[in-house]
């Protein structure tokens, strides 16, 4: 269905006056020839080179540890197309799967218990629903000390579609794009059912971090300055649904048993793929953007796939020596939508891995949770005795001594880049959180790690609880 826009016209290579927006600026109108049918951002039309798997540099050395390999690299980024995935359940055979993985992915979500008791909680916009404290606690959305796991909590465990809602109401997404918001939140609500709640850390509550912080990065002087108002529908997009439907263990595992997914990516970037093909399928079936011209959708979706494909770690030199090369040239002009695009993948990938950069009391319970599930697929690969992923041994690793060479090998060469661009009062805590995080690994006992794993966010919720 065409649409017609009916807001002022608006510049749509520029970031749009403040005024036209009210608080935010960057808001502009979609079916723009530049940020929707202009050319695919580089990144989207090439092939990619071989990352330097090859390289004895600890960085790749530590992200091959992190569980890729390089004779399984092959990158295509393929055309979007809606898919029905089927809920495998890794590490089961066929005859211990259950029952749900014989649905579709969406009947799943459409017969869950999730969509089924919210139906008609759709009626009510994010900020009715809210009790007082999570709503005071959204005030802070923009703080990096902003508390995820006790947000999680005042919001009944659906802080992904409270807190995404919440920032495309504030960010005035909804007018701007003629968004439907009972068709939004019903996408969120699905966004939010196609992660796997079983999972210690690629769950939705990941989600929900990682689209806080990548709001932190899109706040930033520079990106608010320039960003589009597709950047940032874009931007908190790919946040949301980066990881859709992982299932708890790397692309490694996939391979190595033959799981259909690595052969249907071509055993490149499955797990990517995999969360961009599960995105277009809620985009296209929750019906949210079915008012834009089919060109803008499309371009998109595409657009959607090039930031959540940045998220592949194995990549990840391959970003950081881009990003490298730009600084050195000083040749990053954010009025230039593929340089926007670069800058909006580079936060994509900072918000993915900035768990150690964040105050201690968060940051030490993403670092057990993330143990958890390397340990939890190390201890499947035992029992079907295939060999144990490097860091998913139990019995070799200690979650200091993880967190101390994720640190050094592939979250401090990022950030420091990071801080390099975006030279401002967020990069500097975020790299003295990860300095002084880094030290507590390396010197505190390992009982008193222990022992501090428990949230302080778990111990102010109010008495009798919010629900489950
Ligand atoms: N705190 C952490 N410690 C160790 N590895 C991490 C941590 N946070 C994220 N990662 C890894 O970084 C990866 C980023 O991409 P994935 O989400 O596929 O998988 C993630 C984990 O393998």
Redesign the pocket.
Known sequence: MEVCYQLPVLPLDRPVPKHVLGRRGAICLTSSPILFGGPAPRQLSKRRGAISYDSSDQTALYIRM??MSASHRKHTLKTPTVITYTHMEIGQSEAEQPVRSVLSFQKNLHSSHYSRNHTHATHHTLDQEYIGQAKCLLRKVGSWSFDIFLFDRLSNGKSLVDLTLHLFIDYGLIKLFRLDLLKLRQFLVMVHEAYRRQNPY?NALHAADVTQAMYCYMQEPQLSESLTSCDILLGLLAAATH?LDHPGV?QTFLIKTNHYLASLYQNASV?ENHHWKCAVSLLRESGLLSHFPSEDRQNLEERLGSLILA?D?SRQNEYLSQFRAHLDRADLHLNNSQNRHFILQMALKCA??C??CRPWHISKL??HK??DEFFSQGDSEKRQNLDVSILCDRNANTVAK??IG?ISF?VEPLFLEWARFSDTPLSQIMLGHMTSNKYKWTHLPQEDLRESTQSTSSKTLPQGGLGP
């Open positions: 992190l569980g690629h990881d790397n797990l998220t770690i993915d891995i768990n150690p993403w670092s993330v143990t993880i967190q994720f592939v």
